[in-house]
């Protein structure tokens, strides 16, 4: 079935400074991806569509300078979250469809914690 | 209104009961509809899709869907203790997820 890393699982960084994450679609080819963050005891929120070779759909509600998306291969998205603050702490995930399967796969999720 | 409400839960249920979980949706015009599960910590995993009106089933899981009434269900009969999750209704092509409902299945 298709396989959806994401990298890092974990990150805990600095007030300030910036994370970036990446999803990558190991054996398949992803024209679009998702972001979704969600918080503890909180359903998934879309954040971003991301499409490769243009600029990502954000949102209502979610600041593109803030949430930076690149979708520049087939098979890689990255999600940079710029001059972090502690409320951007966060468990982020990524999804992405195989077009010869049903369903979108996740990424395994990062965990953001910004101190 | 929120695009898609699930029953609250959390619920409850004796292993080998069948556990009935609701989700329905506002955009009439939705045309797939999922279901994942997501244990603590993890990433959903999908259980099963429906397009189509009507029943659909796998294995010890039901997915029922309603277009008219903007409703879709899923059943998991035989309830394990390894089914407790939270469940989560997604619908759409951009995935809009539910609140999720945690299902708790005791021994």
């Known amino acids: 079935g298709a396989v959806v890393s994401q990298h890092p699982s974990r990150v805990i960084c600095k007030s300030g400074t910036s994370v970036k994450i990446e999803c990558r679609s190991l054996?398949?080819?992803?024209?679009?991806m998702f972001w979704y963050r969600q918080f503890p005891k909180q359903s998934l929120m879309l954040m971003a569509t991301s499409n490769e070779g243009s600029k990502a759909t954000y949102e209502q509600g979610v600041e593109k300078d803030k949430f930076l998306i690149n979708h520049a291969s087939l098979t890689l998205s990255t999600l940079t979250v710029t001059s972090a603050h502690p409320e951007d702490s966060s468990f982020y995930i990524c999804?992405?469809?195989?077009?010869?399967?049903?369903?979108?796969?996740f990424g395994s999720g990062t965990r953001l914690t910004v101190v | 209104q929120k695009e898609v409400e699930q029953n609250s839960g959390p619920l409850s249920v004796p292993e080998g009961a069948i556990a009935s979980l609701n989700c329905t949706y506002s955009d009439r015009g939705s045309q797939s509809f999922f279901w994942y599960r997501q244990y603590s910590g993890k990433s959903p995993e999908l259980i099963m899709f429906?397009?189509?009106?009507g029943d659909k089933e796998d294995g010890r899981f039901t997915a029922q869907l309603n277009k008219a009434s903007q409703y879709v269900s899923l059943l998991i009969r035989d309830s394990q203790p390894s089914d407790s999750a939270t469940y989560l209704c997604?619908?759409?092509?951009?995935?809009?997820f539910g609140q999720g409902t945690e299902l708790s299945v005791k021994p």
């Open positions: 054996d398949f080819q992803a024209t679009t």
């Open positions: 429906i397009y189509s009106n």
């Open positions: 997604a619908v759409g092509g951009k995935l809009i």
């Open positions: 999804s992405a469809r195989d077009i010869q399967e049903y369903g979108y796969t």
